[in-house]
C-alpha cells in the first residue's frame, strides 16, 4: 500500500506531482464542508473558482503550436499567471468576506482590488475553459462581455444604458449573482458529489454490471446485429452515469464500435450508433447524468418527477435506435453483404445484480425526499461498502480508491469551468434584460403561431448545445429562453424538457458534434458523413420536444386517455419514421418509398390531429404496400 500511495502523490513530473496535492487538498476541502463546517455561499464559491482554475492550470498546461521560444515562454507565463490569480482571489475572498456580505451593492464604494480581482476572476475563468472545452465557450463569453459594455451603442431590443466597471464588479464578483450565482452553486455543491459517485460506481465491478447488461441484451439476438443491439444497450446505461456524450462514446466505443465494424458495419454507421446511443443516456431514467439533477434543483420539484415524465420519450428512442441496427444488419443481410457473426461476450449477470445497489440506494433516497446531495453521498458510502464486504466485487485498495476520487476532482473541474463561464453570461442577461426582450420579440412572431415561437427557441438552444457542455447549455438556455416559453403559454415541465432534449442532441448535430466527431476518430471514419448520419438516426429525438408542447401527455401530464394517445402516437410516428431511414421492412425500400415512409413518420409525431390523420392513412398504405411486394418476392424466391 506504501508503494501505490508514493506512486499517487510522486508524480513523473513536478506538476503531475503538485496537481495530486491539490486535488488531495480540495477533495478534503469538501469533506470538511459537507461533513464538518458548512461554509456560506460567498466563501464556498470562490474558493470552487480558485481552486478548478488551478486544477485546470496544472492538469492541462497551456499549449500553442508555434514551437518559438518566445510563445513557448508566453504559454509558461500564462500558466505562472493563472496559479497566482487563483492565489490571489483565494486571498482576497477570505480577506474581504465581512466586508463584502455587510456592504450596500451598488451604493457602498469598490476599491481598486475589487476590479482587480473581478479582472482576474474572469481571465482565470477564461483560460480555463481555453484548456477545458475550447474556443467556442470563450467567443460566446467575450461577446456577452462586450454587449454589456457597447450595448449603449446598439439598436432595438439590443439597446442597453451599458455596464462600467464598478457596476461589472458589483454583478461578477460581490454578491449571489453573476459568477457566483446559482451555476456555480450547483458545481460547487450536488454536482461535484454525482460526479464523484459516478466516478466510482464506473470505476469498479458496478460499472461493468451495467455494461454487461447491455451486452446481454445485445446478445439475445442471436443474428449479426447482436454487436450493435449490445453497444446501444451498453451505451444507453452508461450514458446515463457519465453524463457526457462524447466521455460515454469515448468509455463505450473502444470495444463496440470495433465489433459493429467486425460484423459489417460501415465505420460510419458504427460510429453514428455509437454517437446516438452515448448521447441518449442523458435522457433515459433512471439517471439521466448530471444536467436533469440540476433542473430538478431549479425547478424545486421531486427528481423522480423529472424521471418519470422523461421515461416513455426515453424508452421510445432506444427503442427507434433498436429498430434501426435490427433493420440494417436485415437488410445487409437481404443484399447478401457478407457478414461475420461474433458472440459478444459478458460475465454472468444475477450473481452481481446486487452491485446496482447505490443506483437503488441513490433513487431510494430521494424518493423519501432527501435532498440531492445528502442522496449522492448515501450512494457513494454504499459503493464503499460493496466494495470492502462483498466478494463478487473486484476490491480496489485504499490506494486506488482514492486514484478514482482523484480522477473524479479533475473531472468536476473541467465541468466547474464551463459553469462559472455560464455565470458570467447568465449575469450580463440578467442584468442587461435581454432575456425579457428577446421574450417580448419572440412571442410577438410567434403569438398567433406557436410553432414559430419554438422554431425560434429550438435553433437557440441547438446553437448553444454546440458550443456548451450539456449543464452549461441547459442553464444559458433556461436563463434566454425559458421566459418566452412561459408567455407562450407553456407549462413549466414541458418547457425546460424542451430546452433539455435540444442542448443535449445538439452533441450528434453538424457542424459542430462533438459525440459524433468522436466516434468518427474511434472508426476511422468520415466525420462530416458520421455526422450527419448520427443526426439521421436520432431524427425522432428532435421532433420529440414539440410533442412534449403540444401533447404534454407524453410525460405523463393529463389524464390517462391523453397520456396513452400522446405515448401511442410519438411511438407509431418514431417506428414508421425509423423504418423509412433504415430503408428496409421485410425488403429493401425504394427511393419513393422512404421519402413516404420519412414523411408519414414526420406527419403522425407532428401533434395536429390533421396531420395525423394524414400521417396514420399514409403510413398504412405504404406499409402495406411494401409488405405485399416482399411477399410476392418472397414466394418468387421460393418458386426459383
Not at 454578491?175 to 466516478?199: T, V
Amino acid at each position: 500500500m506504501g508503494n501505490q500511495l508514493k506512486k499517487i502523490f510522486i508524480r513523473p513530473t513536478k506538476r503531475e506531482t503538485v496537481a495530486a496535492f491539490i486535488t488531495v487538498l480540495y477533495l478534503a476541502f469538501q469533506c470538511y464542508r459537507t461533513f464538518i463546517y458548512p461554509l456560506p455561499a460567498m466563501l464556498l464559491r470562490p474558493i470552487h473558482v480558485a481552486s478548478v482554475g488551478i486544477l485546470c492550470a496544472l492538469y492541462v498546461p497551456f499549449k500553442t503550436k508555434d514551437k518559438s521560444k518566445l510563445c513557448q515562454v508566453a504559454a509558461s507565463v500564462y500558466d505562472w499567471f493563472s496559479y497566482a490569480a487563483a492565489v490571489w482571489i483565494l486571498i482576497y475572498h477570505v480577506t474581504q468576506y465581512k466586508r463584502i456580505v455587510t456592504r450596500l451593492a451598488y451604493l457602498d464604494a469598490l476599491y481598486w482590488y475589487d476590479i482587480v480581482t473581478c479582472i482576474l476572476v474572469i481571465a482565470l475563468i477564461v483560460g480555463g475553459i481555453l484548456r477545458t472545452v475550447g474556443l467556442p465557450l470563450a467567443i460566446f463569453i467575450g461577446v456577452a462581455i462586450a454587449y454589456g459594455f457597447f450595448a449603449p451603442y446598439l439598436p432595438g431590443i439590443l439597446y442597453y444604458q451599458g455596464l462600467n466597471l464598478g457596476k461589472f464588479t458589483e454583478l461578477m464578483i460581490m454578491g449571489n449573482s453573476g459568477i457566483y450565482g446559482s451555476a456555480l452553486s450547483a458545481a460547487s455543491g450536488f454536482l461535484f458529489w454525482m460526479m464523484l459517485f459516478g466516478g466510482l460506481f464506473s470505476g469498479g465491478a458496478c460499472g461493468q454490471v451495467l455494461i454487461d447488461i447491455g451486452l446481454l441484451a445485445g446478445a439475445k439476438a442471436n443474428d449479426a446485429s447482436a454487436p450493435a443491439k449490445a453497444a446501444v444497450c451498453s451505451s444507453c446505461l452508461f450514458g446515463m452515469i457519465s453524463g457526457s456524450a462524447a466521455a460515454n462514446v469515448a468509455s463505450t466505443g473502444v470495444f463496440t464500435i470495433p465489433m459493429m465494424k467486425k460484423c459489417g458495419y460501415t465505420p460510419e454507421e458504427a460510429g453514428s450508433i455509437e454517437a446516438v446511443a452515448s448521447t441518449g443516456g442523458q435522457i433515459m431514467p433512471p439517471i439521466m447524468g448530471t444536467a436533469a439533477f440540476l433542473m430538478a434543483d431549479m425547478l424545486d420539484i421531486n427528481y423522480l418527477t423529472i424521471a418519470g415524465a422523461a421515461l416513455g420519450p426515453g424508452l421510445i428512442y432506444y427503442a427507434a435506435v433498436f429498430v434501426m441496427v435490427d433493420l440494417l444488419a436485415k437488410k445487409k443481410k437481404a443484399a447478401n453483404i457478407g457478414f461475420e457473426l461474433t458472440k459478444v461476450e459478458h460475465e454472468p449477470i444475477l450473481p452481481r445484480i446486487h452491485l446496482l445497489s447505490p443506483i437503488v440506494v441513490l433513487m431510494g433516497a430521494m424518493a423519501l425526499g432527501t435532498t440531492i446531495q445528502r442522496a449522492a453521498l448515501y450512494a457513494i458510502l454504499t459503493v464503499l461498502i460493496l466494495n470492502f464486504v462483498d466478494k463478487k466485487e473486484r476490491r480496489r485498495s485504499i490506494p486506488q480508491i482514492l486514484e478514482e476520487l482523484m480522477v473524479a476532482t479533475k473531472r468536476t473541474a473541467t465541468v466547474g469551468m464551463p459553469l462559472c463561464g455560464c455565470g458570467i453570461i447568465i449575469g450580463i442577461i440578467t442584468m442587461t434584460g435581454l432575456a425579457t426582450r428577446l421574450s417580448i420579440l419572440i412571442c410577438s412572431i410567434g403569438g398567433t403561431h406557436l410553432w414559430i415561437g419554438l422554431l425560434i427557441a429550438m435553433i437557440g438552444c441547438m446553437l448553444l448545445g454546440m458550443a456548451l457542455p450539456t449543464v452549461a447549455a441547459y442553464l444559458t438556455a433556461y436563463v434566454l429562453f425559458m421566459p418566452t416559453l412561459l408567455k407562450l403559454g407553456i407549462d413549466i415541465l414541458p418547457a425546460n424538457m424542451f430546452l433539455f432534449y435540444y442542448g443535449i442532441f445538439a452533441q450528434i448535430t453538424p457542424p459542430v458534434c462533438v459525440a459524433s466527431y468522436t466516434a468518427a476518430g474511434i472508426a476511422n471514419s468520415n466525420s462530416w458523413k458520421t455526422g450527419w448520419k448520427a443526426f439521421s438516426y436520432a431524427l425522432c429525438a428532435f421532433l420529440a420536444p414539440f410533442v412534449f408542447v403540444y401533447q404534454p401527455g407524453v410525460l405523463l401530464i393529463g389524464s390517462f386517455a391523453e397520456i396513452v394517445y400522446a405515448i401511442f402516437t410519438l411511438a407509431a410516428g418514431t417506428f414508421v419514421l425509423t423504418v423509412g431511414l433504415a430503408g428496409y421492412f421485410t425488403v429493401g425500400l425504394t427511393k419513393l418509398e422512404r421519402v413516404l415512409c420519412v414523411v408519414c413518420g414526420v406527419f403522425i409525431c407532428l401533434p395536429e390531429s390533421t396531420t395525423d390523420l394524414i400521417g396514420y392513412i399514409g403510413a398504412v398504405v405504404v406499409m402495406a404496400l411494401i409488405l405485399l411486394r416482399g411477399r410476392t418476392a418472397k414466394k418468387q424466391l421460393a418458386k426459383d
